[in-house]
């Protein structure tokens, strides 16, 4: 079946310093699934952070970017300069896009002051 | 895009017992899903609800010990069924729109002692 890894549990970064979270993708239902990013802040539920559904696109927002590498089956979360209001939650999915998001364990990110 | 309202936020039951998660959406929405999440581990679908029909359950949940009810096209139930300490989990419902966007409440945290 599908599956995604996150193979960081926890990263803890400096305020201001950049930060990678890495994520990989295998795909056995369909070659080219659509690709997520979706956050949890505290006390909150899922909200979607970026999403790309073209292999080899760039996908951004609010500072965040995220490269669909369907060599590598990676889609790498990337930021350049992280706030302390980013410290969350980060889950990296794919959907076939039938019905099903397959997620990672996600990687609980704490920005330092 | 829609909203998703989950209750309760939490909540603590004695095992053998029952008890009923809600979901009501803003606007109407074709299909809900439900998910649990066990601590630092991946959300995995339980379920697809849509109006009218039975729940279509993923390998591993069953109908009689995590029914589903879809009443209406803005409204679903999950309910647990003799719940023992192996089900307390996080349970989201999630909804997706006409294209490939995702929404999820913000989750009922179960504690089954």
């Known amino acids: 079946g599908d599956s995604v890894t996150q193979t960081e549990g926890q990263v803890t970064v400096s305020e201001s310093k950049s930060l990678i979270i890495n994520c990989t993708y295998s795909?056995?239902?369909?070659?080219?699934?659509?690709l997520f990013w979706y956050v949890r802040y505290p006390g909150e539920g899922l909200q979607l952070l970026l999403k790309?559904?073209?292999?080899?696109q760039k996908g951004s927002s609010r500072g965040f970017e995220a490269t669909y590498n369907k060599e590598t089956t990676s889609f790498h979360l990337q930021k350049a300069s992280v706030q302390e209001s980013d410290s969350a939650v980060y889950y990296c999915?794919?959907?076939?896009?039938?019905?099903?998001?397959?997620f990672g364990t996600g990687t609980s990110l704490l920005v330092d002051p | 895009s829609v909203l998703l309202y989950q209750k309760p936020n939490r909540d603590i039951c004695q095992s053998g017992t029952s008890l009923k998660i809600q979901c009501v959406a803003d606007?109407?929405?074709?299909?809900m899903f439900w998910y649990q999440q066990f601590q630092e581990q991946s959300l995995m679908l339980m379920a697809t609800?849509?109006?009218?029909?039975?729940?279509?359950?993923e390998s591993g949940f069953t109908k009689d010990k995590f029914p589903i009810s879809r009443p209406n096209l803005t409204f679903s139930t999950l309910t647990v069924n003799n719940a023992r300490p192996g089900d307390s989990s996080i349970y989201f419902c999630?909804?997706?729109?006409?294209?490939?966007?995702?929404?999820f409440g913000s989750g009922t945290r179960l504690l089954v002692i």
């Open positions: 606007s109407q929405v074709v299909s």
């Open positions: 999630s909804s997706r729109d006409g294209g490939s966007d995702y929404t």
């Open positions: 609800a849509n109006e009218g029909s039975e729940a279509t359950y």
């Open positions: 999915a794919l959907s076939d896009m039938g019905y099903k998001l397959t």
């Open positions: 790309v559904i073209t292999a080899g």
């Open positions: 795909a056995t239902s369909i070659a080219y699934p659509n």
